[in-house]
């Protein structure tokens, strides 16, 4: 099936750093989500976006909708301790709308 | 308060037996949606549904069946079928069937022995 590669897997920062991954599919989307998982817990959703070069913010998170409609990035600024998690992107892949993938995970570990 | 709620939170099980995981949302949404996560993977779709009565086969399936009689409610039945059941389980819901952002539950750590 389709698949969303995220890089990187995992990333190891120094509390106050700035924090950047990203999102890539061969296919096109129409819609990119951002979600963050703390452990045990279902994903949170943090930023969607709909429009192709759409620069979203929430708050330290910026996330933005990559021209090609190929990919997606996710920014955190001056990285804390909670931080910490596991963020996902996710997309329906416009062969089939009503299904929502997910890519891997990058797994964040911030350091105070 | 809304949301959606996924019961009970660990579910211990032998092998060889059927368990089903609920999952209950009162958001009025439309779709609902079962994924599988094992340690340090993402989600894999198992099944999903955009109406009552109607759902699809996600990406691993097998050894998995559900049901959407009504619009809040979706269970997921774990099958003896299922060659490797141990995992954490995530329901989720959105709003419309197509392209809109989708919302957890807390997820069910089933294990099995």
């Given at each position: ?32 989500l ?11 959703l ?46 329906p ?5 009503g299904?929502l ?12 | ?24 949302q009162?958001l009025?949404h439309d779709a609902m949606y ?14 999903y549904?955009q ?41 989720a819901s959105s709003i419309r069937a197509t392209g809109t952002e989708a919302f ?10």
């Amino acid at each position: 099936g389709q698949q969303l590669n995220q890089s990187p897997q995992s990333m190891f920062i120094q509390e106050g750093e700035d924090v950047s991954m990203n999102c890539t599919s061969s296919s096109i989307f129409n819609t990119w989500l951002w979600y963050k998982q703390d452990p045990g817990e279902g994903p949170v959703l943090l930023i969607a976006l709909y429009k192709a070069g759409e620069l979203t913010s929430n708050g330290r998170l910026t996330a933005q909708f990559g021209i090609t409609r190929k990919d997606s990035f996710l920014n955190i600024s001056a990285s804390i301790p909670s931080d910490v998690g596991i963020y996902f992107c996710a997309g329906p892949p416009p062969s089939n709308t009503g299904k929502l993938i997910f890519g891997q995970g990058t797994t964040l570990q911030v350091k105070p | 308060d809304g949301g959606i709620t996924q019961s009970p939170k660990y579910l211990f099980r032998k092998e060889g037996q059927n368990v089903t995981l609920s999952c209950e949302q009162n958001l009025n949404h439309d779709a609902m949606y079962w994924y599988r996560q094992d340690p340090g993977q993402g989600l894999r779709l198992i099944y999903y549904s955009q109406i009552v009565n109607d759902f699809q086969k996600g990406d691993i399936a097998e050894g998995y069946s559900v049901s959407r009689e009504k619009k809040e409610s979706f269970p997921l039945t774990v099958t003896s079928a299922q060659k490797n059941p141990t995992a954490f389980y995530l329901c989720a819901s959105s709003i419309r069937a197509t392209g809109t952002e989708a919302f957890f539950g807390q997820g069910t750590r089933l294990t099995v022995v």
